[in-house]
Antibody, heavy 118, light 113 residues
């Protein structure tokens, strides 16, 4: 059974870099046809697609975040990561990782709250 | 970006009654070559991640009760709960994944009347 688990600091200072990891178990991030994505949700608000990485390592970013965003994968550790630089309070959100495909985002992590505050 | 507009923002329905949520995409999300709409519906309960209910606009994900149905094509989509149960209280989101950036509707909060 595929499972995804986010990990990383829950508190980041303004102007610093937010770094999160999504560890995948029960399946491989190298599996053909899948993308591994990040979605965030500010407290009490809706969902925003951040970006994704394909099984072959190609990356796709939301243009609204592209200048600050890096998504990478580590096939040896079977995980993928998010780095968002120069954060502000507007980046405070629950960050989810999810498996994505032509059939939608079918497996999600539980999410991790990241607060940007000094 | 494709804008997905969801309505209503909130909805109160009596137990056993029908609930209907609509979404409109600013452009078609139909892949003509395979005749599939890259459009999905999710249910999110408090403190939980979203749960995929439907993909390809109307294909029910495994385990989703059959009181849930979805329809639509190109730019107009509908999610229907035929007989509302207490456990259906949640926020429902629609999403287009036809093109990046993938975009979501703003959500519909469904409550019991």
């Amino acid at each position: 059974q595929l499972q995804l688990q986010e990990s990383g600091p829950g508190l980041v200072k303004p102007s610093e870099t937010l770094s999160l990891t999504c560890t995948v178990s029960g399946g491989s991030i190298s599996s053909s046809g899948y993308f591994w994505g990040w979605i965030r949700q500010p407290p009490g608000k809706g969902l925003e697609w951040i970006g994704s990485i394909s099984s072959t390592g190609s990356t796709y970013y939301n243009p609204s975040l592209k200048s600050r965003l890096t998504i990478s994968g580590d096939t040896s550790m079977n995980l993928f990561s998010l780095r968002l630089s120069s954060v502000t309070a507007a980046d405070t959100a629950v960050y989810y990782c999810a498996r994505q495909a032509g059939t939608g985002s079918d497996v999600w992590g539980q999410g991790t709250l990241v607060t940007v505050s000094s | 970006d494709i804008v997905v507009t969801q309505s209503p923002d909130s909805l109160a329905v009596s137990l056993g009654e029908r609930a209907t949520i609509n979404c409109k995409s600013s452009q078609s999300v139909l892949y003509s070559s395979i005749n599939k709409n890259y459009f999905a519906w999710y249910q999110q309960k408090p403190g939980q991640p979203p749960r995929l209910l439907f993909y390809w606009a109307s294909t029910r994900e495994s385990g989703v009760p059959d009181r849930f149905s979805a329809s639509g094509s190109e730019t107009d989509f509908t999610l229907t709960i035929s007989s509302l149960q207490a456990e259906d209280v949640a926020v429902y989101y629609c999403q287009q994944y036809y093109t990046n950036p993938q975009t979501f509707g703003q959500g519909t909060k469904l409550e019991i009347k």
